[in-house]
């Protein structure tokens, strides 16, 4: 709700209004701090939180109640797991709420009160500022310049036309944009001191092609300029195989690893993945068995879910767990798993990112892939986070893609921090992918790309630059992104806790912090380590499921628990079946 106001202007024009900007009422995160009492660390509900803003003369808009987990959640998960407290979600008024935080962030008063800090997702999106940045006349005044149309015709295989391609021609001042037409049709203004003299055009396909970033390019304005797009099929061999593999699975080797020991698919069977993200259209052949789901951005609508505006959870749900179907070759790290969708996108913000984990722990899943961020910090997420690992649960987080410090909640010690790589024989050199390029690289051509956020907080990397997977309307794009790494990582846990002899008894069967600390370990102790990439930008390194076997887990001398059993460290490598060797 606007605290703006409209009124009639006086003067020689009385009938002329005026609206008055001011700032809106800001969403806050308010909870009981923690009171010790005879049965431990108690918290009031929402509605003394509620009371206690009364009392305090703060008047405050409610928008919804945390409850917590559900008190009837399976107990096998939930015995001894301290449940967080009731949360009230409310807009104040801004300096009251400022005063009320800052109290709080000092350790005063009777409430936690925080931000409730919108989060940001997707992949990166930052070609047309990259080019921008490096372009002297976008710093330029189109103003006074007479533009000259340009029409430009966009086509595919066989020459046919591509529909619903984004066109972006860089001239003098900000570039112009368009969208082909069915017959592949777009016309745009062209800005230039020499006529016809474009600085650069980018075109940005939806689905099944590659992306295009042309420089110093001459349009013709009596004429269509042709653009031919170069589609997946013509420049990877791997796309047409079957089933169909990224580069970032075979460079992970889990093209190696589709029989345990001979005995079954390793396929993720039995493993619980939440994938709280932009939704997921499952009317994909790959991503048809993906049934269950909730839209926490319209009041847990039943098939809201289905419905994903910017295909960036679609696009993960593929990499983890795409089943090839109907002639859709694709196939995930873990298509044997249980996928649950939590849509949080758009809008999504930590009081979201709580909901979803109550649920999570309710449901007893057993992984959550997180490719969300923010800059704040919330100890009420932490203390949820907590208390789903307390329950099992292993969070895996993107590292962020601002090429700045770890965001948040990957910069939490409690969950998995991932990191992206790019290999630069994977994508054509005149595609934006290109533009991420940066620092050292590996013999190979691996490199650390420039969105990637890095710190002492990331645990391992995954490749994140021109990523392949599905979207929304039968098809499949490339992505960037921390965000499109951390499902690689999703994946390949879901294996181990699926297939792996340790998660099979002991310490690493029982749904506790102790499981999750063992594969979080388990993980990094197996990496391909790339120290000439830097430790802050790679952690541990990149995963490598062929070289799992139980001789990592010599690590569990240091934890807290029963000891160790004999002979665990000894268990064969089930992902050994077959030679060991890279992927083509």
């Not at 709580?354 to 722990?361: F, T, W």
Request: proline share 8%.
């Amino acid at each position: 709700m606007s605290t703006s106001k409209s009124n009639v202007e006086k003067g020689p024009n009385p009938t002329r209004k005026r609206f008055y900007l001011s700032q809106q009422k800001r969403q806050y995160l308010i909870a009981s701090r923690p009171a010790m009492s005879n049965f431990g660390l108690m918290s009031v509900g929402s509605q003394n939180v509620a009371n206690l803003l009364k009392g305090q003369g703060i008047e405050f808009e409610p928008v919804k109640s945390l409850q917590g987990r559900s008190p009837a959640a399976p107990l096998s998960t939930l015995a001894g797991v301290a449940r967080g407290p009731e949360i009230l979600v409310a807009r104040l008024n801004p300096e009251q709420g400022e005063a009320l935080r800052l109290q709080s962030a000092n350790g005063f008063g009777q409430l936690i009160v925080e931000h409730d800090s919108a989060l940001s997702y997707g992949a990166v999106s930052n070609l047309k500022q990259a080019l921008i940045a490096n372009s002297a006349s976008a710093r330029l005044d189109s103003k006074g310049l007479k533009p000259s149309p340009v029409r430009i015709q966009i086509v595919g295989v066989d020459d046919k036309p591509v529909p619903g391609v984004t066109v972006l021609v860089f001239g003098v001042g900000l570039p112009s944009q368009g969208v082909s037409d069915d017959d592949g049709h777009v016309e745009l203004p062209l800005y230039t001191f020499q006529p016809g003299q474009a600085e650069a055009v980018v075109v940005k396909p939806r689905k099944d092609y590659w992306d295009l970033v042309l420089r110093n390019v001459e349009l013709r304005p009596d004429m269509p300029n042709v653009i031919q797009l170069r589609a997946f099929s013509e420049t990877l061999p791997r796309y047409n195989k079957r089933p169909f593999l990224s580069w970032g699975q075979e460079f992970m080797m889990q093209g190696q690893m589709t029989q345990v020991n001979g005995s079954g698919p390793a396929d993720g069977h039995g493993v619980k993945i939440a994938i709280i993200d932009s939704g997921c259209d499952n009317t994909h052949p790959s991503l048809q068995h993906i049934t269950s789901g909730i839209d926490v951005t319209d009041g847990g609508r039943p098939v809201g879910w289905t419905l994903d505006p910017f295909s960036h959870g679609t696009h993960c749900a593929g990499i983890i767990a795409a089943r090839p179907a109907r002639g859709s070759s694709m196939r995930g790290f873990a298509p044997g798993a249980e996928i649950h969708v939590f849509k949080i996108f758009p809008g999504g913000r930590f009081s979201d990112l709580i909901g979803a984990l109550d649920q999570c722990i309710e449901q007893g899943i057993d992984l959550v892939n997180l490719s969300v961020g923010a800059d704040e910090i919330s100890f009420l997420v932490e203390q949820k986070i907590m208390e789903a690992r307390q329950c099992g649960i292993a969070c895996i987080a993107a590292a962020g893609n601002t090429g700045g410090d770890v965001q948040y909640p990957a910069r939490s010690p409690h969950v998995l921090a991932v990191a992206a790589i790019g290999r630069q024989s994977d994508f054509p050199m005149d595609s934006s992918h290109a533009l991420t390029i940066t620092g050292p690289q590996t013999l190979d051509g691996t490199f650390s790309p420039n969105f990637t956020c890095h710190g002492p907080e990331v645990g391992v990397c995954a490749p994140g630059v021109a990523i392949i997977s599905t979207v929304p309307g039968d098809g499949f794009d490339v992505m960037d992104g921390t965000s499109v790494a951390a499902p690689h990582v999703t994946g390949l846990a879901a294996i181990l806790l699926a297939h792996h002899p340790a998660f099979k008894s002991g310490l690493a069967k029982q749904r506790s912090a102790v499981r999750v600390e063992i594969l979080f370990e388990l993980v990094k102790q197996n990496a391909l380590a790339l120290p000439f990439l830097g430790a802050d930008r790679t952690g541990a390194g990149l995963p490598i499921l062929a070289a799992f076997n139980a001789d990592a887990f010599s690590y569990l001398s240091a934890l807290r628990g029963p000891p160790v059993p004999q002979g665990f460290f000894m268990q064969p490598n089930p992902f050994l079946s077959q030679p060991m060797g890279l992927a083509a």
